[in-house]
């Protein structure tokens, strides 16, 4: 299990929602 790869993904969507 990549815990530290799922906080990625969800730190990067939360920043390409923003950035829309």
Do not use: E, F, P, Y
Not at 3 to 20: E, F, K, P
């Amino acid at each position: 299990v990549d815990v530290d790869g799922c906080i990625s993904d969800n730190v990067a969507q939360s920043l390409a929602v923003m950035a829309q």
